[in-house]
């Protein structure tokens, strides 16, 4: 038997077939803004629903709109569409914060996917760069900041003069012409914040983390990164796949 299992986020819906193991086999994205679009929706679905697949489907979504539409859909075609804080999360992950229901649920199914750490930061680079904090197997908090490509467009919307800019890793130094400049200055910029969070966040804690990134700007942002760090873009589906085998 195989199943599916999707991320909604602010700019990407992704949907992940799931082997008898709950192992991804493969994997399918559209660009969120493309859901509201009923035949760019329909076509996306066609190609994936045409297999055979257990009848209910997990998803994580930050995104209510875009997962009414997407569940509205899934219904018409008999599977029951679950979002993963219909379940009893806590069983699987303690969770300590003031309020559960304000916390997203990619960040749930992040920490989920890495509960085979103990100690753990995940710093997901998305429409906001999240750091999330696993404690002794205990989601104890995080830390929300802007998201590197929201404020590079933010910053282009809102001057006259200054470009869109494709963030380089290697670079001479500070910027000698506008590109360079602007380079530097988020290359720089998120490096030191990154860096000065996660050195926070331990000396709060006085804990050793095991640092792990995913999201766009992971690659581009591990060598300035002082910690050991990994790379795992498939944490969130891996979290989802997690709570569909262990709590439905």
Known sequence: MNYLVGDIGNTLVKISILNEKFKIKKSYTIETKKVFVEKSKKLFFKKILKRNFSRKILFS????????????????EKFKVIEIKDLK????????????????SDRISNAVGSLHYKNCIIVDFGT??????LNNYMYVGGVISPGVTSSISNLNKNTALLPLVSLKKNFNSFGKNTQEALNAGFIWGYEGLINNIIKRIKKKTKVKYKIILTGGYAKLFKSFIKENTIIDQNITIKGIAKIFKELI
């Open 61 to 76: 979504s930050v995104v209510p709109n875009a997962y009414r539409l997407i569940r509205k859909l899934l219904t018409k």
């Open 89 to 104: 999360i806590k069983k699987l992950l303690p969770i300590k914060v003031q309020n559960y229901r304000q916390l997203g």
């Open 128 to 133: 906001a760069t999240t750091f999330d904090i």
